[in-house]
């Protein structure tokens, strides 16, 4: 969508090249896909205030890095053709270093480890209108949200997924995440203060978590999008912490120095916080590549340091569970999600009973690679992971989801 101009808002300006004087742009709102403002550290409005947050940072620049697109603002938005990067803040240098200082308002609290078991292996179950299929062992599964409501509008409004946990068996640890249509972040984000005392959310309160989306979704977000995704993502975590709900911080990165900010900030939750996710899904790019990338810059940065229970996506494959065993996590303090398992079970003709036989099975194999049984060779190591997800530009900027099979 092109950018049409408007008058500027007090304590904005857009930057041309020309002799004409600075002019405000920014699109047509899209319905439904508004950010609510993000309130400063001081409580003031920022830059967010006036514009929704991918209108200010742009939409995802799939070939132009921050640094480049921040220092070719002027020049960019002097084009009739201006791109969705509409507005400069006055004082960026200045405004880029308050975003990037550490932000301490993360005060949740999890149960004790002991009081919070966890399976080994958890599987993506997600419940239906009819129900499941076939008994489930007791165990932790995870539900996705977008299998449940695909609605980027509103909260799910169908009575079934009220009483969804039902499905499950009694004892059971119940996780909600939010795999998939990463949209459904805007949705969380817009009922952030009231989505609580919903009844679908209401159901996950007392002996089962919630793990936090990710509000800065692609690898190629620009810095300042991605920080105040960091910040979202707090906020999004107190929100639900002060409600009563057990919140999982979610780890996800663009880049080593932000992986490092997220760090410092769990490695002071530790122990009120015991559980964090490790988001590892990739899209689109050469999987071992990104595989390896990732767990250069768990290895690299420290994060496996930190005394934490990992619940990982993405990763449940045998030649990942074999890096993961011998080189990031020697200490086997993870937990793999997979959906493999019910996938399987679910596809083609069979009776219930086969179903369920089959769904052990997988559930079984992915357990025996955790515990190093039967595990394939490790994922071929390119010489460069990095440069071979990003071709021409893996720049100097730093370190940097489907599931697979092995």
Sequence with gaps: MLAKPSAAPPGWHGERVSDQPPVFQRPDRIPGEHLDPLPG???????????????????????RPERVWYRQRGRLLASDQAPVVTAAHPQMELWMKVLEGFDERLP??????????????????????KGLPFQLPVGTYWLDYNQISKSLRHLPEREW???????????ARLMLGFIGEHLISRLLWRHRYSLWRHPFFEQF???????????????????????VGQRMTQQFAELGSQHGYTM???????????????IDMLGSLYPKVNTVYIYLISMGVNRDAWMWSRFDDIVETGLNKLPFRFVISGSEAGKYVHILRDEVLPAE?????????????TKGFASNEERALIFRQQ???????HRGEHLPPKAKRAEDPWAAIMGEDALPLGAHGDESEE
């Design 205 to 227: 309160r007392d002996r089962h978590a919630i793990v936090c989306p990710d509000f800065s979704s692609w690898l190629t977000d620009p810095r300042p999008q991605a920080l």
């Design 363 to 369: 559930v079984q194999r992915i357990e025996e690679y």
């Design 108 to 129: 949740i609290k999890q149960p004790p480890v002991s009081q919070w078991p966890m399976s080994r292996v958890i599987p993506r179950v997600n419940p239906s209108p």
């Design 161 to 171: 997924t009220y009483d969804a946990v039902s499905q499950y068996p009694a004892d």
């Design 248 to 262: 999982i911080p979610i780890v996800t990165w663009q880049s080593r120095d932000m992986l490092l900010r997220q």
């Design 333 to 345: 303090n993870f937990h793999l999600v997979s959906a493999n398992p019910y996938m399987k079970a």
């Design 41 to 63: 550290n001081d409580g003031n409005p920022t830059i967010y205030a006036a514009s929704d947050m991918r209108t200010v940072t742009g939409t995802r620049i799939a070939r």
